[in-house]
């Protein structure tokens, strides 16, 4: 098994920055594609950026030129640097792994618990 955690989530005034990360345990062999999702209250879940092993990204138009994702494969680490904040961006920010363990021996998406962003002066 394993299990993704985030951090750095909190509130911040319109225009600043954050740079939340989501670090992974347990039994791992392998990470596949890693992402980052949020949701707004009363909304649907939304990819925001997801980076493939590779590191070909891909980001909701929403988040273009504002927001970067990157990884650090060492440390199972996902992050995501929020510029240029917005409130519309006020939402629960979760992290996505597909992630190969070795027990069990089994590949699938793994989620985090959400890290709260609140855009607000």
């Known amino acids: 098994q394993a299990q993704l955690v985030e951090s750095g989530g909190g509130l911040v005034q319109p225009g600043g920055s954050l740079r939340l990360s989501c670090a992974a345990s347990?039994?791992?062999?392998?990470?596949?594609?890693m992402g980052w999702y949020r949701q707004a209250p009363g909304q649907e879940r939304e990819l925001v950026a997801s980076?493939?092993?590779?590191?070909?990204?891909n980001s909701a138009d929403s988040v273009k030129g504002r927001f970067t994702i990157s990884r650090d494969n060492a440390k199972s680490t996902v992050y995501l640097q929020m510029n240029s904040l917005k409130p519309e961006d006020t939402a629960v920010y979760y992290c996505?792994?597909?992630?190969?363990?070795?027990?069990?021996?089994?590949?699938?998406?793994?989620w985090g618990k959400g890290t709260l962003v609140t855009v607000s002066s």
């Open positions: 996505k792994m597909n992630i190969f363990t070795t027990e069990p021996y089994s590949m699938k998406d793994y």
């Open positions: 347990g039994s791992i062999f392998r990470i596949n594609t």
């Open positions: 980076i493939t092993r590779g590191d070909s990204t």
